[in-house]
């Protein structure tokens, strides 16, 4: 375990530089590239993570050893669950260490076997895609994330951006499973995230996707799937981040078994944001663009159990969409969780048309104001209401994943603040729980939200 978050004092001294930053914009913005350079400790560059910088398909570095055949059926069975949740959390990646001095927009997913896997951003300044040299990096974890991989580069796109992952691991009926990860792809630009023109080429955003037969400890080389999917008339289009579904029951208008990958986009020269959903009813060998909606970003997709699919999407109160085919079109938007707009996540723990005892999904995110205390709620109604409001940290925090481990506890990783010795800086931290703790609920009092936090990513 490593001390995740540093005092009070330094961390609003950190906080209050990065609102500093980001105030004035009448968008959300970005924070100018240099001005983390003053507040978390320079590293020397980790020559085993190099980005790869060239344009050609990728090729992964991911050689942590290989996992064997012996590997247990469960991998979460024998491992205790903390004793304090808050307190009993692991540092997955850390600012200013192996390499990058920023860490952000988690994806977070538990493999047929076990494995639990992490994706996130690794970045040279806290500047949103668009500033150049963001890639995608990874780690495993093979012990319930007690222990975690070396930092692996998996998607890089020259001077320009690999970003937004989104990971779904697809079990195959004859054992193992194909791991996907879904990210998008830009041009550096001057003007920030959303100077991007629309189009097809080169000069707008692409979108790809990757596969691992082996969960994760190697990859199958990037797929390009803009030319099929893309409108010629968006610019940005980004996926989730966070994670994919793959549907169960399905509905009599869409089969079970459907890939679904989230994201969001802009149309034209507009900055006004929509949702989208790229679909696969092939096992992901060709994909299609879905339905889209508007008035908010970020999405995160969850199956109900009549087959249903509710899209919780980025806005203060949440926005809630349904689809009753497959992801094919989509409801107008109804409110949902009072929240600070951000990149939340929800997923099923239990159904009862499986024979759990209760329908059961969980929801992480921040409060109505600020970027602090990152917590969860259940929803015994299918989404319709959540309780059991419980604190997982006492300080910053931004996006967040849910994952069901192998054992039916909670795996989440988030973005908070963190030091290493003397390196502090954005990190990502696991943290697992058990539902049990839902029912407790223990929300976090309104002056905790008090702290300056930077504005939109």
Known sequence: MNDRIPSRIVALALMMVLAGACAGSGKPGDVPANDLLDVVQDVAPDTSVTPDTSDTPDTPDTSDAPDTSDIPATRCGGVPL????????????????????????????????GVLVAFAEARQSLSDPGAGLIVVVMKRSLD????????????????????????????????????FLFFSRRPASIGGEFDLPPGLDGTSA????????????????????????????????????????????????????RIVAPGWYTSGTSTDEG????????????????????????????????????????????????????????????????????????????????GDPVDRLVHSGLGASGR??????????????????????????????????????????????????EIFGPAIFFARFDVALL???????????????????
């Not at 304090?84 to 047929?112: K, L, N, S």
């Not at 981040?241 to 089969?255: C, D, H, I, S, Y």
């Not at 309780?387 to 925090?397: I, K, P, Q, R, Y």
């Open 275 to 354: 949702d989208f959903v790229v679909l696969s009813d092939d096992g992901g060998q060709n994909f299609r663009l879905g339905g889209r909606t508007t008035g908010a970003g970020e999405p995160q997709v969850v199956e109900l159990t009549d087959g249903t699919l509710l899209m919780d999407a980025r806005n203060n109160p949440r926005k809630l969409f349904r689809s009753t085919d497959g992801g094919q079109t989509w409801s107008e938007p109804t409110d949902g969780l009072p929240m600070e707009p951000i990149m939340s996540s929800v997923v099923r723990h239990m159904a009862k048309r499986d």
């Open 372 to 421: 602090v205390n990152i917590r969860a709620w259940q929803s015994l109604d299918e989404g319709a209401t959540w309780t059991g409001e419980t604190l997982l940290n006492h300080d910053m925090a931004q996006y967040s994943v849910l994952s069901v481990l192998d054992d039916r506890s909670i795996g989440m990783v988030y973005e908070g603040y963190g030091i290493i010795g």
């Open 206 to 257: 692409s979108i790809w996707v990757m596969t691992s037969r082996d969960d994760g400890a190697t990859w199958a080389a990037a797929r390009n799937i803009t030319a099929g999917v893309k409108p010629a008339d968006w610019a940005i289009m980004s996926f989730g981040p966070g994670r994919g579904l793959l549907t169960r029951w399905g509905t009599q208008a869409a089969p079970a078994g």
């Open 144 to 179: 319930c994330g007690q222990t975690w991989t070396p930092l692996a580069v998996v998607a890089a796109n020259g001077e320009g951006d690999a970003h937004n992952p989104v990971a779904l691991d697809v079990p195959d009926p004859a054992g193992g499973s194909t791991l």
């Open 439 to 457: 029912e407790k609920g223990v929300a976090a009092s309104p002056a905790a939200s008090a702290l300056p936090v930077p504005a939109r990513r």
């Open 82 to 113: 903390p004793a304090d949740p808050v307190a009993d959390q692991v540092t997955v990646f850390q600012g200013g260490a192996e390499g990058y001095p920023v860490y952000r927009i988690p994806a977070f997913v538990t493999t047929a076997s």
